[in-house]
DNA sequence: CGGCTTTGACCAGCGC
DNA sequence: GCGCTGGTCAAAGCCG
């Protein structure tokens, strides 16, 4: 938090730094790294794969619209590491953004104005006159054959629309509990087929919703209202999921480290503590 | 039968 | 103001 400098829309990171997108009180944080990136995922059991890395591109449409929402209060900023980690445009390793964000109660995502129904859940749209707000976001590039990664939640497909200038068509999904606000973006990319990137949009307010294919999901129970955002499709802690649904990155390695194990066993949401959204899921080194 | 996907229509935001 | 595009709704259909 010390540094902070612009990050170029399209950047592919790769070097070993971590970068945190901070707005305001609220905090998006975006992890880029190698090392760092396969160090934190294996605490949670899982490893990158060294042939099929993972690479978090830093997407036009997220940066800008991140950049344009928060309106010049978003400052990005190095958290760790040493240099800025744009460059080289080759692939990296993996990705692992974290977010911690705003609250759960970020503005409402969408009036009633036009599907008429009741609006109990925050989004992306706001009522007439009132600017549009996203919650906060984060994108996954991931390589792997399937579209719809898992990722422990259980999500319903809403709508598809058809990508400008991608012969992918994007699929939009909800998160299935009704209380939940969290929205995922599932997209192949048209550069490389063979990636696809999910977005993910909002915090669930849920902690677990048990695993939808016979699996344990473990997710961040501590997240109570300041939740993490549904995680990258590496977080399957413990999961037991068919392994041709895993990206095809990623390869499980051993089971939960006891921070993330917990979270399968915690019933009752906890407040977060300041660090508590990252602190869950992301060791203090990284911060 | 309930839950989910599909898909066309509709709406809002934005650029020109 | 208009057109384009992204995002969402909701009816219909599918599937276990």
């Known amino acids: 938090m010390d540094d902070k400098s612009n990050l170029d829309p399209g950047t592919e990171l790769t070097s070993d730094s971590s970068w945190t997108l901070g707005h305001d009180s609220d905090t998006v944080n975006y992890f880029f790294s190698n090392d760092r990136e396969s160090s934190i995922l294996s605490e949670f059991g899982w490893n990158l794969h060294p ?3 993972t690479r ?29 980690a744009r460059s080289s445009g080759s692939v990296s390793t993996s990705n692992y953004p974290s977010v911690s964000s705003s ?22 749209v706001k009522k007439k006159g009132q600017k549009r707000i996203r919650q906060p976001r984060f994108a996954f590039v991931t390589k792997s054959e399937v579209d719809h990664l898992e990722d422990g939640y259980r999500w319903r497909k809403y709508g598809q629309k058809a990508v400008k200038n991608s012969p992918f068509p994007r699929s939009y999904y909800r998160c299935t509990n009704s209380k939940c606000t969290v929205k995922k973006r599932v997209e192949r990319s048209s550069e490389d087929p063979t990636t696809v990137i999910t977005t ?14 016979g699996g344990i999901i473990c997710h ?59 602190g869950d899921i992301v060791p203090p080194g990284m911060r």
């Open 51 to 53: 042939d099929e890395p």
């Open 56 to 84: 978090l591109k830093v997407l036009d449409q997220l940066v800008e619209e991140e950049r344009s929402d928060l309106a010049g209060n978003l400052e990005i900023q190095r958290s760790s590491g040493a240099g800025p």
């Open 103 to 124: 609250s759960s109660e970020d503005p409402p995502e969408k009036s009633t104005d036009s599907g008429g129904k009741p609006p109990e859940i925050p989004s992306t």
């Open 200 to 213: 993910y949009e909002g915090q669930h307010c849920h902690h677990t919703v048990g695993f939808p294919r």
């Open 220 to 278: 961040q129970a501590t997240f109570a209202s300041h939740m993490t955002p549904p995680m990258s499709p590496f977080y399957y802690p413990g999961m037991h999921m068919p392994r041709e649904n895993l990206p095809s990155t990623v390869v499980q390695s051993h089971p939960l480290p006891v921070e993330a194990r917990e979270c399968s066993t915690v019933s009752t949401p906890q407040l977060p503590t300041d660090d508590g959204l990252l």
